[in-house]
């Protein structure tokens, strides 16, 4: 998985296309203090971006962005500084299903279905941080 990911960032990176479901978060770790760079499904809904885990609070880089007090970057052919903002548990639903959607990959990863009714999606909120990008 760890070779995927570094194949994916590159591709991100420097695909003369702009890819509009993805981008390559870059943030540094908490504990090595070196840049890690994670690619991921961009989340566009009602104007906003969004970052989601699909392995959720488990995911390395969401805890390397809570010990980062949010701040990251999107990496890419435009590097651009973001403030990761965690979206509340009671806001989460709606975004999470509308990420189901958009990133099939993720589908395997997540224990509800695409189609599932909101109140099955609202069960798993709590475990499924999701993150609205903001200018720092």
């Given at each position: ?100 959607r958009m990133a099939p990959g993720a589908r395997a990863h ?27």
């Amino acid at each position: 998985m760890r070779a995927l990911n570094r194949l994916d960032a590159l591709l991100y990176r420097v695909l003369p296309i702009r890819l509009t479901r993805g981008t390559v978060l870059c943030v540094r770790g908490r504990h090595s203090g070196r840049v890690r760079r994670i690619p991921l499904a961009l989340l566009r809904y009602r104007g906003e971006r969004y970052l989601v885990p699909m392995l959720g609070e488990g995911a390395g880089w969401v805890r390397d962005v809570r010990a980062a007090g949010g701040y990251a970057r999107l990496c890419g052919r435009h590097s651009a500084p973001v403030r990761l903002l965690e979206v509340p548990v009671g806001e989460r639903p709606q975004l999470l299903r509308a990420y189901l959607r958009m990133a099939p990959g993720a589908r395997a990863h997540m224990p509800v279905d695409h189609r599932a009714p909101l109140e099955d999606v609202t069960a798993i909120a709590p475990r499924y941080p999701v993150f609205r990008l903001a200018l720092p």
